[in-house]
């Protein structure tokens, strides 16, 4: 006599897999460019349609050989844009899109229709192939989206032949108190690669102010160092760097034919530079005694000092109005410097400073940089010329 059990089914765990999915351009191009010139689109999907696929490549993670691969796509729902829920743009056979083509794989989405530039399409696929493991439907969704670029012949851009940010250095620019230190800034407006003819473009030049881009105005002409004609700007300025630390200018063009433009037609037509007036950090001093090396009890021998400016080991002559020289005696270790000159040299007699031998003088140059120039005003505050409308200039050191 035999005893039988109930019976218990087998639990078979199956571990996910995991696919690689796309939708796969077999022919054509998912992106275009529109010439607005010819009004031909490239390429020309009514000519070379576009041939989308889904794939999806499959690893099984407990390495079964039929399953491992790409797959069989089963089913393919195919939409112009994201699926809405009442199918209201799912894609059928029409005048621009085909699915399954004569000739084309089955499921495949072969598409004629060009790209409006301004309107992208996305196009969506949800589609499906068979785990052969569980024998069931795996579902995926992926997109497309297609695009076209436009190409206009005429799209201006504006160049300057200043970079987009430099440093002038006041040691290596000018030698010459009474130049004006003019940075010339050119402008030029194109259309496509070819540039546009003076005679068609118009420029306006702008200066940043608290973080915003506005008109030059007349009082601040000074520095720019550049005449209008009949109230335009020309397409080249001079900036007198003379007067400024920092500052950022732009230049707006506009192409324009038959009446000048009074105010630019579009900001994005332009290009700025920023420009910075610092004298160098690698400068130092050193000074030398000239005269009255050796010195008498008596401290009545005049003595001589120099002082040299160097950048980098290079010295640096005929730039003096850059630097203040201020001569410094400390007389004794316990008493504070007492002024006794300045320029780049000096001499003195010691005894008449009230110096004597066991006083333990020293002597150095504290060396005052170059901090700008500003244009004089009068008690009002109207700039001051000379006969010949020049600025009246004056320059200080920090």
Same mark, same amino acid.
């Given at each position: 006599?035999?005893?039988?059990?109930?019976?218990?089914?087998?639990?078979?765990?199956?571990?996910?897999?995991?696919?690689?999915?796309?939708?796969?351009?077999?022919?054509?191009?998912?992106?275009?460019?529109?010439?607005?010139?010819?009004?031909?689109?490239?390429?020309?999907?009514?000519?070379?349609?576009?041939?989308?696929?889904?794939?999806?490549?499959?690893?099984?993670?407990?390495?079964?050989?039929?399953?491992?691969?790409?797959?069989?796509?089963?089913?393919?729902?195919?939409?112009?844009?994201?699926?809405?829920?009442?199918?209201?743009?799912?894609?059928?056979?029409?005048?621009?899109?085909?699915?399954?083509?004569?000739?084309?794989?089955?499921?495949?989405?072969?598409?004629?229709?060009?790209?409006?530039?301004?309107?992208?399409?996305?196009?969506?696929?949800?589609?499906?192939?068979?785990?052969?493991?569980?024998?069931?439907?795996?579902?995926?969704?992926?997109?497309?989206?297609?695009?076209?670029?436009?190409?206009?012949?005429?799209?201006?851009?504006?160049?300057?032949?200043?970079?987009?940010?430099?440093?002038?250095?006041?040691?290596?620019?000018?030698?010459?108190?009474?130049?004006?230190?003019? =940075?010339?800034?050119?402008?030029?407006? &194109?259309? $496509?690669?070819? /540039? #546009?003819?003076? !005679? *068609?473009?118009?420029?306006?030049?702008?200066?940043?102010?608290?973080?915003?881009?506005?008109?030059?105005?007349?009082?601040?002409?000074?520095?720019?160092?550049?005449?209008?004609?009949?109230?335009?700007?020309?397409?080249?300025?001079?900036?007198?760097?003379?007067?400024?630390?920092?500052?950022? =200018?732009?230049?707006?063009?506009?192409? &324009?034919? $038959?009446?000048? /433009? #009074?105010?630019? !037609? *579009?900001?994005?037509?332009?290009?700025?530079?920023?420009?910075?007036?610092?004298?160098?950090?690698?400068?130092?001093?050193?000074?030398?005694?000239?005269?009255?090396?050796?010195?008498?009890?008596?401290?009545?021998?005049?003595?001589?000092?120099?002082?040299?400016?160097?950048?980098?080991?290079?010295?640096?002559?005929?730039?003096?109005?850059?630097?203040?020289?201020?001569?410094?005696?400390?007389?004794?270790?316990?008493?504070?410097?007492?002024?006794?000159?300045?320029?780049?040299?000096?001499?003195?007699?010691?005894?008449?400073?009230?110096?004597?031998?066991?006083?333990?003088?020293?002597?150095?140059?504290?060396?005052?940089?170059?901090?700008?120039?500003?244009?004089?005003?009068?008690?009002?505050?109207?700039?001051?010329?000379?006969?010949?409308?020049?600025?009246?200039?004056?320059?200080?050191?920090?």
């Amino acid at each position: 006599m035999a005893i039988k059990s109930k019976q218990k089914q087998i639990q078979v765990h199956v571990d996910p897999i995991s696919f690689l999915a796309d939708l796969a351009v077999l022919s054509g191009n998912a992106a275009q460019t529109y010439n607005k010139d010819s009004d031909e689109y490239e390429p020309d999907r009514a000519v070379v349609p576009l041939l989308l696929m889904p794939y999806a490549n499959v690893h099984d993670p407990e390495e079964e050989k039929t399953m491992s691969g790409p797959q069989v796509i089963t089913g393919v729902e195919w939409y112009e844009g994201a699926p809405k829920a009442d199918g209201s743009n799912r894609i059928v056979d029409n005048e621009f899109y085909k699915i399954s083509d004569i000739g084309a794989p089955a499921f495949s989405l072969k598409s004629k229709k060009n790209v409006d530039p301004n309107t992208p399409i996305e196009i969506h696929a949800i589609f499906t192939f068979t785990d052969k493991r569980t024998n069931r439907e795996v579902k995926v969704e992926r997109s497309k989206t297609l695009y076209t670029a436009l190409y206009d012949s005429k799209n201006y851009s504006l160049k300057l032949n200043q970079p987009k940010q430099f440093t002038i250095d006041p040691v290596r620019l000018t030698t010459n108190l009474d130049e004006k230190w003019l =940075i010339p800034i050119t402008a030029q407006l &194109y259309s $496509g690669k070819e /540039p #546009v003819a003076d !005679t *068609n473009a118009a420029y306006f030049w702008q200066m940043m102010d608290n973080g915003l881009w506005r008109d030059i105005n007349p009082a601040e002409e000074f520095f720019i160092d550049t005449d209008k004609v009949a109230g335009k700007w020309p397409k080249t300025i001079y900036v007198d760097a003379r007067f400024i630390t920092t500052i950022a =200018i732009r230049c707006v063009g506009t192409y &324009y034919d $038959g009446t000048y /433009p #009074v105010s630019p !037609t *579009n900001e994005e037509t332009s290009a700025a530079t920023a420009i910075k007036v610092e004298m160098p950090p690698t400068l130092q001093a050193e000074i030398i005694q000239t005269k009255g090396v050796k010195q008498s009890s008596t401290m009545k021998t005049p003595v001589g000092f120099e002082c040299k400016i160097y950048d980098n080991k290079t010295l640096i002559e005929g730039r003096d109005f850059l630097f203040d020289f201020v001569w410094l005696c400390k007389p004794s270790s316990v008493l504070p410097d007492i002024e006794i000159g300045r320029g780049r040299t000096i001499e003195f007699t010691p005894a008449k400073l009230g110096l004597t031998a066991t006083s333990l003088a020293s002597v150095r140059c504290k060396v005052l940089l170059y901090k700008g120039f500003y244009a004089l005003t009068d008690s009002d505050g109207a700039y001051l010329t000379d006969s010949d409308g020049t600025f009246l200039v004056a320059y200080e050191h920090s």
